[in-house]
């Protein structure tokens, strides 16, 4: 690692750290959002990035929603979360369990608002209960529908069958978002030349009908933002 690298991942730990303390202070799930976009801009910030948003007006006004992202790089959810600074929508996150014992972003994720789902586990009605508590409480669930992150060469990698199944559980409006930037060369390039301006193109799709199961998520997802 460059000193710049060992530089920002030591700030990055602090940041990220001193923002889940703060998280688990906070009253209310607006209070949530306005700390989690604070930690989105000033992270991004310090890395010279920007974000551009696309058909921003495809952004629903009004939850719960159910916000489907394509996943490439960890800076995604702060992308996610710009992009919904103006929307009066707030939403809890699909976390893996790992993430919960990360000493890197575990207080953030066990404080920010998240959705815990163990991959490993047979049994996975406690998470959709976590779910439809959730929801019953106004928040809208933010997820990447393929489950982790997409280190191939495709713009896309496959999706997993949850999303989908969420929306129909909870009859959740489906809002498709992709960042067509890749996130995680940015990333890379941010850290090897920091003195240098970035920008993340993000965009908005037409929101989907849960009931709609002519075709999978996946499908629809590409046939939006005419992936292959």
């Given amino acids: 690692m460059t000193f710049n690298q060992i530089k920002m991942a030591i700030y990055a730990t602090f940041l990220t750290n001193y ?14 959002k306005v700390l989690r976009i604070a930690y989105a801009k000033t992270l991004l910030g310090k890395l010279n990035i920007q974000v551009t948003i696309k058909n921003a007006q495809k952004l629903p006004h009004e939850g ?10 960890i800076l995604d ?9 103006n929307i009066p929508v707030y939403g809890d996150w699909i976390s893996k369990k790992e993430l919960y014992n990360s000493f890197f972003f575990g207080l953030f994720v ?6 815990l789902i163990d991959r490993d586990s047979n049994q996975m009605s406690n998470f959709f ?32 069958g949850g999303a989908q199944l969420i929306a129909v559980k909870n009859r959740l409006p489906i809002v498709p978002v992709f960042i067509r930037t890749n996130v995680n060369e940015v990333l890379k390039s941010a850290l090897q030349n920091p003195n240098k301006s970035y920008t993340i193109e ?12 002519k075709e999978s998520l996946e ?10």
């Fill in 19 to 32: 923002y889940g303390v703060k998280l688990k202070l906070a009253p209310t799930l607006q209070a949530k």
């Fill in 64 to 73: 719960p929603i159910l916000l489907a992202c394509n996943h490439r790089s």
């Fill in 77 to 85: 959810p702060l992308v996610v979360e710009l992009l919904m600074e």
């Fill in 110 to 115: 066990r404080n920010g608002g998240s959705v």
């Fill in 129 to 160: 209960a976590d779910i439809k508590e959730s929801v019953k409480e106004g928040a809208s669930i933010y997820i990447f529908p393929e489950g982790t992150r997409n280190k191939s060469e495709k713009a896309l990698g496959e999706f997993l």
């Fill in 202 to 213: 993000v965009e908005a799709g037409d929101v989907m009908d849960y009931k709609d199961r």
């Fill in 219 to 228: 499908r629809r997802y590409k046939a939006t933002f005419d992936l292959q």
